[in-house]
Protein backbone atom coordinates (compact mmCIF):
# COMPACT_ATOMS: atom_id res chain seq x y z
CA UNK A 1 0.00 0.00 0.00
CA UNK A 2 1.06 3.81 -0.37
CA UNK A 3 0.97 6.60 2.05
CA UNK A 4 0.86 9.81 1.12
CA UNK A 5 1.55 12.80 2.68
CA UNK A 6 -0.89 15.22 1.03
CA UNK A 7 -2.00 19.19 2.10
CA UNK A 8 -5.20 17.97 4.07
CA UNK A 9 -3.80 15.28 5.75
CA UNK A 10 -2.50 11.39 5.21
CA UNK A 11 -3.97 9.49 2.77
CA UNK A 12 -3.42 5.91 2.40
CA UNK A 13 -3.94 3.86 -1.16
CA UNK A 14 -5.02 0.07 -0.91
CA UNK A 15 -5.66 -1.95 -3.84
CA UNK A 16 -6.97 0.80 -5.56
CA UNK A 17 -9.02 2.40 -2.88
CA UNK A 18 -8.08 6.04 -0.83
CA UNK A 19 -8.16 6.26 3.46
CA UNK A 20 -7.86 9.50 5.00
CA UNK A 21 -6.02 9.32 8.06
CA UNK A 22 -7.60 12.20 9.22
CA UNK A 23 -5.74 12.79 13.08
CA UNK A 24 -2.41 10.78 12.28
CA UNK A 25 0.16 12.55 13.39
CA UNK A 26 3.04 11.62 10.56
CA UNK A 27 6.29 11.55 13.09
CA UNK A 28 4.46 9.05 15.17
CA UNK A 29 2.79 6.53 12.35
CA UNK A 30 6.12 6.64 10.52
CA UNK A 31 8.41 5.89 13.92
CA UNK A 32 6.63 2.70 14.46
CA UNK A 33 7.84 -0.62 13.75
CA UNK A 34 4.60 -2.44 12.85
CA UNK A 35 4.22 0.29 10.43
CA UNK A 36 2.10 -2.19 7.70
CA UNK A 37 0.00 -4.04 10.35
CA UNK A 38 -0.43 -0.78 11.63
CA UNK A 39 -1.92 1.00 8.43
CA UNK A 40 -3.91 -2.31 8.07
CA UNK A 41 -5.38 -2.28 10.71
CA UNK A 42 -6.25 1.29 10.72
CA UNK A 43 -7.78 1.78 7.45
CA UNK A 44 -9.87 -1.46 7.84
CA UNK A 45 -13.09 0.07 9.55
CA UNK A 46 -12.98 3.01 7.43
CA UNK A 47 -14.51 4.15 4.80
CA UNK A 48 -12.84 4.41 1.27
CA UNK A 49 -13.08 8.15 -0.65
CA UNK A 50 -13.28 8.45 -4.19
CA UNK A 51 -10.98 11.29 -4.24
CA UNK A 52 -7.13 10.07 -5.02
CA UNK A 53 -4.24 12.86 -4.19
CA UNK A 54 -3.54 15.25 -7.21
CA UNK A 55 0.00 16.50 -8.17
CA UNK A 56 -0.96 19.81 -6.52
CA UNK A 57 -1.91 18.64 -2.96
CA UNK A 58 1.09 16.19 -2.53
CA UNK A 59 3.79 17.04 -0.20
CA UNK A 60 6.98 15.58 0.83
CA UNK A 61 6.33 12.28 2.70
CA UNK A 62 8.17 13.27 5.40
CA UNK A 63 7.81 14.69 9.22
CA UNK A 64 10.84 15.68 11.41
CA UNK A 65 13.41 12.69 10.15
CA UNK A 66 17.07 13.35 8.71
CA UNK A 67 17.67 12.32 5.35
CA UNK A 68 20.82 10.11 5.24
CA UNK A 69 22.33 8.83 1.84
CA UNK A 70 25.05 6.02 1.07
CA UNK A 71 27.10 6.73 -1.79
CA UNK A 72 29.54 4.66 -4.13
CA UNK A 73 26.85 1.58 -4.37
CA UNK A 74 26.60 1.14 -7.73
CA UNK A 75 29.31 0.16 -10.02
CA UNK A 76 28.36 3.24 -12.58
CA UNK A 77 28.48 5.48 -9.41
CA UNK A 78 32.16 4.27 -8.62
CA UNK A 79 33.36 4.98 -12.06
CA UNK A 80 31.99 8.26 -12.50
CA UNK A 81 33.19 9.49 -9.30
CA UNK A 82 36.64 8.19 -10.04
CA UNK A 83 36.44 9.98 -13.19
CA UNK A 84 35.43 13.44 -11.78
CA UNK A 85 37.98 13.44 -8.96
CA UNK A 86 41.24 12.42 -11.14
CA UNK A 87 42.58 15.28 -11.39
CA UNK A 88 42.40 16.32 -7.45
CA UNK A 89 44.22 12.71 -6.82
CA UNK A 90 41.62 11.53 -5.22
CA UNK A 91 39.78 8.62 -7.87
CA UNK A 92 41.13 6.01 -5.50
CA UNK A 93 39.20 6.71 -2.85
CA UNK A 94 36.26 6.12 -4.60
CA UNK A 95 37.36 2.76 -5.96
CA UNK A 96 38.29 1.87 -2.27
CA UNK A 97 35.04 2.50 -0.77
CA UNK A 98 33.35 0.42 -3.57
CA UNK A 99 35.47 -2.98 -2.66
CA UNK A 100 35.46 -2.22 1.33
CA UNK A 101 33.36 -3.83 3.89
CA UNK A 102 32.26 -0.37 5.57
CA UNK A 103 30.13 1.85 3.04
CA UNK A 104 30.14 5.42 2.68
CA UNK A 105 27.19 7.08 4.38
CA UNK A 106 26.91 10.55 4.66
CA UNK A 107 24.12 13.23 5.90
CA UNK A 108 21.65 14.87 3.06
CA UNK A 109 19.42 16.98 4.32
CA UNK A 110 16.71 18.08 7.62
CA UNK A 111 13.35 17.59 6.47
CA UNK A 112 13.28 21.73 5.76
CA UNK A 113 15.44 21.43 2.46
CA UNK A 114 13.29 18.61 1.52
CA UNK A 115 10.87 19.19 -1.82
CA UNK A 116 8.09 16.56 -2.50
CA UNK A 117 6.42 15.85 -6.13
CA UNK A 118 6.29 18.93 -7.94
CA UNK A 119 8.29 20.77 -5.75
CA UNK A 120 11.44 22.88 -7.06
CA UNK A 121 14.63 21.22 -6.84
CA UNK A 122 18.16 23.55 -6.93
CA UNK A 123 21.23 23.79 -8.17
CA UNK A 124 24.24 25.36 -6.31
CA UNK A 125 24.98 29.08 -7.71
CA UNK A 126 28.63 28.25 -7.64
CA UNK A 127 28.49 25.07 -9.26
CA UNK A 128 29.34 24.29 -13.01
CA UNK A 129 28.37 20.92 -13.33
CA UNK A 130 25.26 19.85 -11.80
CA UNK A 131 23.26 16.14 -12.17
CA UNK A 132 20.18 14.55 -10.16
CA UNK A 133 20.96 11.16 -8.75
CA UNK A 134 17.72 8.66 -8.90
CA UNK A 135 17.68 6.70 -5.46
CA UNK A 136 15.77 3.87 -3.80
CA UNK A 137 15.07 5.26 -0.72
CA UNK A 138 14.28 3.50 2.07
CA UNK A 139 12.36 4.58 5.19
CA UNK A 140 13.85 3.12 8.67
CA UNK A 141 12.18 3.08 12.23
CA UNK A 142 14.02 4.12 15.63
CA UNK A 143 15.11 0.10 15.66
CA UNK A 144 16.34 -0.10 12.54
CA UNK A 145 14.10 -1.82 10.45
CA UNK A 146 12.64 -0.90 6.97
CA UNK A 147 9.57 0.05 7.12
CA UNK A 148 8.88 1.30 3.70
CA UNK A 149 10.41 2.66 0.46
CA UNK A 150 10.11 6.15 -1.91
CA UNK A 151 12.14 7.99 -4.57
CA UNK A 152 14.86 9.78 -3.68
CA UNK A 153 16.86 12.77 -5.79
CA UNK A 154 19.98 13.18 -4.49
CA UNK A 155 20.93 16.81 -6.51
CA UNK A 156 24.57 16.94 -6.86
CA UNK A 157 27.07 19.36 -7.70
CA UNK A 158 29.78 17.00 -9.45
CA UNK A 159 32.33 19.90 -9.86
CA UNK A 160 33.00 20.67 -6.11
CA UNK A 161 32.78 17.44 -5.21
CA UNK A 162 35.54 16.52 -7.82
CA UNK A 163 37.68 19.35 -6.94
CA UNK A 164 38.26 17.64 -3.52
CA UNK A 165 36.01 14.72 -1.88
CA UNK A 166 36.37 16.75 1.13
CA UNK A 167 33.84 19.06 -0.64
CA UNK A 168 31.31 16.38 -0.35
CA UNK A 169 28.56 18.22 2.29
CA UNK A 170 29.07 20.92 0.43
CA UNK A 171 28.45 19.06 -3.32
CA UNK A 172 25.64 17.49 -1.54
CA UNK A 173 24.11 19.23 1.47
CA UNK A 174 22.18 22.78 0.64
CA UNK A 175 18.52 24.13 0.19
CA UNK A 176 16.20 22.23 -2.09
CA UNK A 177 19.00 20.03 -2.59
CA UNK A 178 16.99 16.67 -2.02
CA UNK A 179 13.42 15.44 -3.16
CA UNK A 180 11.45 12.65 -1.85
CA UNK A 181 7.78 11.15 -3.25
CA UNK A 182 5.58 10.94 -4.53
CA UNK A 183 4.53 8.29 -1.72
CA UNK A 184 5.87 5.56 0.98
CA UNK A 185 5.33 2.44 -0.45
CA UNK A 186 4.53 1.03 3.10
CA UNK A 187 5.42 -3.25 2.37
CA UNK A 188 6.29 -6.31 5.31
CA UNK A 189 8.32 -7.62 2.14
CA UNK A 190 11.27 -5.92 0.34
CA UNK A 191 11.36 -5.35 -2.65
CA UNK A 192 12.70 -7.82 -5.46
CA UNK A 193 16.29 -7.30 -6.91
CA UNK A 194 14.49 -7.07 -9.93
CA UNK A 195 13.22 -3.84 -9.62
CA UNK A 196 13.18 -1.17 -12.42
CA UNK A 197 14.83 2.36 -11.93
CA UNK A 198 14.61 4.93 -15.53
CA UNK A 199 15.51 8.64 -14.77
CA UNK A 200 14.50 10.76 -17.68
CA UNK A 201 15.69 14.47 -17.94
CA UNK A 202 13.62 16.78 -20.55
CA UNK A 203 14.77 19.82 -21.30
CA UNK A 204 12.08 22.16 -23.50
CA UNK A 205 9.56 19.55 -23.34
CA UNK A 206 12.24 16.95 -24.93
CA UNK A 207 13.97 14.41 -23.55
CA UNK A 208 17.99 15.18 -23.08
CA UNK A 209 18.68 12.26 -21.42
CA UNK A 210 17.17 8.86 -19.81
CA UNK A 211 18.92 6.39 -18.47
CA UNK A 212 17.74 2.85 -16.37
CA UNK A 213 18.76 0.15 -13.86
CA UNK A 214 18.02 -2.58 -11.74
CA UNK A 215 18.13 -3.47 -8.01
CA UNK A 216 20.23 -6.28 -9.32
CA UNK A 217 23.19 -4.02 -9.60
CA UNK A 218 23.33 -2.64 -6.24
CA UNK A 219 26.24 -3.76 -4.66
CA UNK A 220 25.10 -3.17 -0.93
CA UNK A 221 22.24 -4.86 0.43
CA UNK A 222 20.26 -2.63 1.78
CA UNK A 223 19.83 -4.15 5.49
CA UNK A 224 23.33 -3.69 5.41
CA UNK A 225 23.74 0.28 4.83
CA UNK A 226 20.89 0.43 7.85
CA UNK A 227 22.83 -1.64 10.07
CA UNK A 228 26.09 0.47 9.79
CA UNK A 229 23.91 3.54 10.17
CA UNK A 230 22.18 2.96 13.04
CA UNK A 231 25.71 1.96 14.38
CA UNK A 232 26.31 4.09 17.67
CA UNK A 233 23.48 6.49 16.14
CA UNK A 234 19.61 7.29 17.27
CA UNK A 235 16.78 8.05 15.35
CA UNK A 236 13.94 8.77 17.57
CA UNK A 237 11.32 9.61 15.02
CA UNK A 238 13.26 7.00 12.13
CA UNK A 239 14.99 8.41 9.31
CA UNK A 240 15.10 7.95 5.40
CA UNK A 241 18.61 6.81 3.74
CA UNK A 242 19.12 6.91 0.15
CA UNK A 243 20.44 3.77 -1.03
CA UNK A 244 23.00 5.47 -4.07
CA UNK A 245 22.65 5.75 -7.60
CA UNK A 246 23.46 3.47 -10.55
CA UNK A 247 22.31 6.38 -13.39
CA UNK A 248 24.87 8.86 -14.04
CA UNK A 249 24.70 11.09 -17.49
CA UNK A 250 27.46 11.83 -19.47
CA UNK A 251 30.27 13.89 -18.24
CA UNK A 252 29.18 16.73 -20.88
CA UNK A 253 25.77 16.79 -19.26
CA UNK A 254 24.83 19.65 -16.58
CA UNK A 255 21.16 20.54 -15.71
CA UNK A 256 19.96 24.18 -16.15
CA UNK A 257 16.93 25.70 -14.94
CA UNK A 258 13.67 24.72 -16.21
CA UNK A 259 14.76 21.20 -16.50
CA UNK A 260 12.47 18.75 -15.54
CA UNK A 261 13.51 15.69 -13.55
CA UNK A 262 11.22 12.37 -13.63
CA UNK A 263 12.83 9.36 -11.82
CA UNK A 264 10.32 6.34 -11.43
CA UNK A 265 10.92 2.84 -9.75
CA UNK A 266 8.14 0.10 -10.25
CA UNK A 267 5.96 -0.12 -7.58
CA UNK A 268 5.95 3.53 -5.94
CA UNK A 269 5.36 5.51 -9.01
CA UNK A 270 7.13 8.60 -10.48
CA UNK A 271 8.60 11.76 -8.86
CA UNK A 272 8.96 14.55 -10.84
CA UNK A 273 10.56 17.95 -10.40
CA UNK A 274 11.60 20.97 -11.91
CA UNK A 275 15.28 23.08 -11.57
CA UNK A 276 14.61 26.39 -10.17
Not at 104 to 122: D, P, Q
Not at 245 to 269: K, N
Request: hydrophobic content about 35%.
Amino acid sequence: MRLYRTASGIVVEKTGKHYVLRHANLDTLLAREDLYSHISAAIANLPATADAPTNTTLLAPIGSQEVWAAGVTYFRSRSARMEESKSAGGGDFYDRVYHAQRPELFFKSTASRVVGHGGKVAIRSDAKWSVPEPELTLLCSPGGKITGYTIGNDMSSRDIEGENPLYLPQAKVYCHSCALGPCILVSDQPLPRSTHIELEILRGGVSAFRGETTLENLKRDPKELVAYLYHDNVFPVGCFLLTGTGIVPPDAFTLYTGDEIRISIEQIGTLSNVVG
